[in-house]
Structures are given as structure tokens and as C-alpha cells.
């Protein structure tokens, strides 16, 4: 679990600790996590289903991000000096927005819903943007 819980860690710093472009160090290094991790995780499922556990199924998350092993793969193959961070698909911090317009959108009338969800959100980002500013400016 420990070793597991290391390199979950590794890869969550390492494609968020970065810009939109990983270089091969870089690349390599999240690999390596990457790999840790699934084995990690393959070892507790088998330990799991040995004990008669129903723990650490694959779920659909976990499967996409050990398709990301193959992409690092692929780039070093390839030789590639650049390859595309991962967390460029990352919508996780948008789950936060999603739920707040879906809270907005509950609230007003279902004529031209996706004009006023808009337009309201509109509104509120010039607000906080206004209020930001203002923060930091003055």
C-alpha cells in the first residue's frame, strides 16, 4: 500500500507539477510512476480476491490513466523531445464547476436555458473578476 500510495503521489506531482509539455526527463520519471503504481495496485487486488476481498476492482479511471504508461511509452520509443502532458485531459477540477452551473441551471426557467445559464454565468465571472482585480490592484 505504502509503495502504492508513493507513486500515486509521484505521477499526481508529476504531470500537475508541469506545463502543458513534458520533456523526456520528465517523461520517463511519470513512466516510472506510473508503473509502480499499477503494479502496486495489481498486487493489492490479487491479495484482495485471494482473501475473498471485493477491493480494488479496475475501475474506468484507473484503466485510462495506465493507457498513459503506453503514451510514455511511445515517446521514448519515438525519441519524441516533447510529449503532451496528461493533465491537458484532466477534468477533475472542473467537476467543481460542473456542479455549480448544474445547481444554476435547476434555478432558472427551461425557456432559452442554455441563454440564461450563460448569460448568468457570464454575470458572475465579470463580478469576480471585478472583485479580483480590485484585490490586487488596490
Not at 49 to 57: D, N, R
Not at 59 to 85: C, G
Not at 93 to 100: A, L, V
Amino acid at each position: 500500500m505504502l509503495e502504492g500510495s508513493k507513486a500515486g503521489l509521484s505521477f499526481s506531482q508529476g504531470i500537475h507539477g508541469h506545463g502543458i509539455w513534458l520533456k523526456v526527463s520528465c517523461v520517463k520519471s511519470v513512466r516510472r510512476a506510473t508503473r509502480r503504481f499499477g503494479h502496486a495496485y495489481a498486487h493489492l487486488a490479487a491479495y484482495c480476491v485471494e482473501q475473498g476481498y471485493t477491493l480494488f476492482g479496475m475501475v474506468p479511471k484507473l484503466h485510462a490513466k495506465m493507457h498513459y504508461q503506453a503514451d510514455f511509452d511511445d515517446s521514448i520509443r519515438e525519441q519524441r523531445q516533447w510529449t503532451l502532458n496528461p493533465a491537458a485531459f484532466d477534468n477533475s477540477m472542473s467537476e467543481d464547476f460542473i456542479g455549480r452551473i448544474a445547481r444554476q441551471s435547476r434555478r432558472i426557467s427551461f425557456r432559452n436555458i442554455e441563454k440564461s445559464i450563460l448569460l448568468s454565468y457570464q454575470t458572475k465571472a465579470h463580478f469576480v473578476i471585478d472583485k479580483f482585480k480590485k484585490r490586487r490592484l488596490g
